[in-house]
């Protein structure tokens, strides 16, 4: 990755700041710059041996929360100096209770964690070695809002047993683990004490009634509570005045509890962090030059057929815009808009009539404006 690592130097963990973390987590995950500052610093914390802080993540769908979760383990896998942090996993929070039994089972996160430390352990580790790489983890929970107390407006019993287990595993438990290590040369069956006290939990949710609650609350006269108006410059160079609600502005934490999240749960994050929707020129961007964008995919696709894909600006423009009106999907209806395009040149670019031949044999494909309309109307 840098010149250091070529001669086998590597950085003093210290020396990866948050800034550093940043950036590298800003390759796949575009405007959520709040967001990403505080999973830097928790995972600067978290590397450096302190306490990272555990994070809440809430935003609507399709803004990033598992892209997020997802770029934490590609920053963990890229960087070297990170390799015995890799024991990272995301989870869905359904995953984590027993519904019949009504019981929380750590079980299955211990399991997946189990595995991940073993990557880092070799096949026959000991058991101090593999204790060490588990009490590492870095572990995401996702959907962490569909197991709420309430559902629907009825007790959501499960939710509740949900929310008290993993707050007991995040305030630092002894989770007992029955596994196979090695000792003297023999494999044997042992239960490992795992402490989870110095682990980073991280969990993300769309809470998607959560937006309409508050905003009924802070728009009921009594409530005290006062939106802020803006002024709005729009393309054409009029000036408007607008009240917008922003959740961001208003969330409390008993907005949370109301939801059907359990105060001593909630207590559990020292951070919670609000994901912001992503506009036209964010989407945009996602499209182009995200790590994983679905643009940059199809490059690679088509590269192996001697064929450079490139997109027109405004066939660009137009995909995102017309994605940020699936306001329910966010970034995802990037995919499926773009999908919808490039199937058809996938299926036989050889006899699309917008390729061209170049000087030097290869051959090129621009997605044009046109393409785009014809899709999106
Ligand atoms: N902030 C973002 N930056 C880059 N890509 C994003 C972002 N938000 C969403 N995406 C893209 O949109 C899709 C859905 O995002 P995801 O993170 O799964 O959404 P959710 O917030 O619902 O978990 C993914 O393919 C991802 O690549
Ligand atoms: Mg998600």
Redesign the pocket.
């Known amino acids: 990755m840098n010149e250091n690592n070529k001669t086998g130097g590597l950085r003093p963990i210290e020396d990866i700041t948050p800034p550093t973390i940043y950036r590298e987590l800003n390759r796949?995950?575009?405007?959520?710059s709040t967001a990403l500052r505080y999973v830097s610093v928790a995972i600067f914390k978290h590397t450096t041996g302190k306490v990272p802080g555990n994070i809440l993540?809430i935003?609507?769908?399709?803004?990033?929360?598992?892209?997020?979760?997802?770029n934490i383990q590609r920053l963990y896998h890229d960087v070297p100096e990170y390799d015995s942090f890799r024991a990272m996993t995301i989870i869905n929070a359904n995953l984590l209770v027993d519904s019949e039994r009504m019981e929380f089972q750590p079980s299955r996160l211990m399991a997946a964690v189990e595995q991940r430390a073993r990557a880092l352990t070799g096949d026959k580790p000991t058991p101090e070695a593999l204790k060490a790489a588990m009490e590492r983890a870095t572990i995401c929970i996702?959907e962490i809002d569909k197991m709420s107390s309430v559902v629907a407006g009825k007790p959501n019993a499960i939710g509740v047993v949900l929310q008290q287990g993993l707050l007991t595993l995040m305030e630092g438990e002894l989770v007992a683990h029955t596994t196979h290590v090695w000792v003297d040369g023999e494999e044997v069956q042992m239960v490992l004490s795992i402490d989870t006290r110095h682990m980073m939990f991280i969990c993300?949710g769309?809470f998607e009634t959560l937006y309409d609650q508050v905003y009924l609350r802070v728009a009921n006269p009594s409530s005290g509570e006062k939106m802020k108006s803006q002024a709005i410059h729009t393309a054409d160079g009029q000036v408007r005045i607008e009240t917008r609600f922003s959740l961001t502005d208003f969330l409390k934490p008993e907005d949370l509890f109301e939801y059907g999240m359990v105060p001593q749960f909630m207590a559990r994050f020292d951070n919670v962090v609000l994901?912001r929707d992503?506009d036209t020129p964010?989407l945009k961007e996602?499209l182009l030059k995200?790590?994983?964008?679905?643009f940059q995919r199809s490059k690679n696709f088509f590269e192996v057929l001697g064929i450079n894909l490139e997109i027109d600006d405004l066939a660009a423009a137009l995909i995102a815009e017309s994605a940020e009106k699936n306001i329910r999907?966010?970034?995802?209806a990037?995919?499926t808009i773009f999908g919808k395009i490039i199937n058809r040149l996938e299926f036989d670019p050889w006899s699309h009539k917008g390729i061209e031949k170049l000087d030097d044999g290869g051959h090129r494909l621009v997605i044009t404006p046109d393409m785009v309309r014809r899709i999106t109307g």
Do not use: E, F, H, W
């Open positions: 796949g995950v575009l405007g959520q993540l935003g609507n769908s399709g803004t990033g929360k598992t892209t997020i979760m997802n996702d993300g769309a994901l992503l964010i996602i995200s790590v994983d964008s679905p999907t966010g970034a995802r990037l995919r």
